[in-house]
């Protein structure tokens, strides 16, 4: 095993040339699980989730004109209306071709719990019976807060320390369950604009860190996101979005290319060694491949930072010797650290680092030039943590 006193700085690779087939391959996977169509049984389509394209051709179909799009896709995501009937800038019987023909959907909120510290977690039903987890995170002190999204029922990647990694992967979510979570979301907290065009404002961010490896449903997640930052609609900024990997390298660069949202990195390991073992695709993706696709993502600045999240378990991770080599690792990134305390789970077999050992490593990367936020644990006793989330959705064996 190397020491990671003497871990090597991976070089910086401006020359790359990632493959195209593999990023094909992965789109390829993704596609077998795929979302269940967004039509319901009575034949009427749901309309959330649409691109602005695809909500024109939907709309031509039926016989209106272009135009309509605006009108329509502002009440839908500038209001959050789920009636045509409040569309009050459409004639009556438009309306009710609309209503004939289409839904604005949510997904069902089959549980909702809220912790002592006011995290709300939603456990959230699909037409189809799968269930997902979001959580909502206010920050009482601003009165802002941020809503993690999940991008898959389950998880493929198997993390060792995380519980949504011992549910397997049942499907993708896809767009409109995607923007759903968000929309249903708002709802509860009541976010959409008032009558007299007040909108209160709840939130800060939004973060794709909820079930899920999200660069493995990248379509339908960059989908969703082009959606959320459209500007006559929720108008969410992408320096308001953050989309966390486990290190997907292939598809890194597209999402920054693409979307430009803000990237956190889940590392949890300074070893290829060690995060074989506890970040299973670091066998594909291995830490030097995947720093260099850091140094290279493109939204990356000094004001809009790569975030490395870093779970500190007792006695595997959290040395001050892995702090050291941690620093060399990430050298010339405009990034920060954020030091995860463990959040236990029903049958986890790690433990949280201690005070004294997270403040030190936590000292070491700061005195080094990164911010290097401990960060609270907010919902512990209902489960909503980073990495305590999980479902008892199944996928569905094929009919035979």
Request: net charge positive; charged share 25%.
């Amino acid at each position: 095993m190397t020491p990671p006193d003497s871990l090597p700085v991976p070089p910086s690779h401006d020359d790359h040339d990632l493959s195209a087939t593999e990023r094909d391959r992965i789109l390829a996977k993704a596609a077998l699980f795929a979302p269940p169509a967004p039509v319901l049984p009575d034949g009427r389509r749901e309309i959330v989730g649409l691109s602005r394209e695809e909500l024109t051709e939907a709309l031509v179909a039926v016989g209106e004109k272009p135009f309509r799009t605006k009108q329509v896709w502002h009440w839908v995501y500038h209001q959050g209306v789920t009636d045509f009937r409040a569309m009050s800038t459409l004639a009556k019987p438009l309306q009710e071709k609309l209503a004939a023909r289409f839904v604005i959907g949510r997904p069902e909120a089959a549980v909702v719990q809220t912790a002592a510290d006011d995290t709300r977690k939603f456990l959230f039903r699909f037409r189809d019976g799968q269930e997902a987890e979001t959580v909502y995170i206010p920050d009482r002190r601003e009165d802002r807060g941020a809503v993690c999204i999940s991008s898959q029922v389950g998880c493929t990647l198997s993390c060792r320390f995380c519980h949504t990694g011992t549910q397997k992967l049942a499907r993708n979510l896809g767009a409109a369950e995607i923007v759903g979570q968000f929309m249903a979301a708002r709802d509860s907290y009541g976010e959409w604009p008032s009558p007299h065009g007040e909108t209160p404002r709840l939130l800060s961010t939004v973060v794709l860190m909820g079930m899920g490896e999200p660069l493995y449903n990248y379509e339908n997640v960059a989908k969703a996101m082009r959606i959320v930052m459209d500007g006559e609609g929720i108008g969410l900024s992408r320096r308001r979005i953050t989309l966390s990997t486990s290190g997907v390298v292939p598809m890194m660069d597209r999402c920054g290319t693409e979307l430009g949202v803000n990237l956190a990195v889940s590392l949890h390991a300074v070893t290829d060694e060690l995060r074989d073992e506890i970040v299973p695709l670091n066998r594909k993706y291995p830490i030097n491949e995947l720093i260099a696709a850091c140094r290279r993502y493109p939204a990356a600045s000094n004001a809009r930072r790569i975030t490395f999240e870093y779970v500190m378990l007792d006695g595997v991770n959290d040395s001050e010797a892995e702090a050291r080599a941690l620093v060399r690792l990430i050298a010339g990134i405009p990034a920060k650290v954020n030091l995860i305390p463990f959040n236990p789970w029903p049958g986890s077999q790690y433990r949280p680092s201690t005070r004294q050992r997270l403040s030190r490593f936590a000292q070491i990367v700061t005195d080094a030039g990164f911010a290097s936020p401990i960060r609270t644990p907010r919902g512990q006793d209902i489960l909503a943590a980073c990495g305590q989330l999980r479902t008892d959705s199944r996928r569905e064996r094929p009919a035979a």
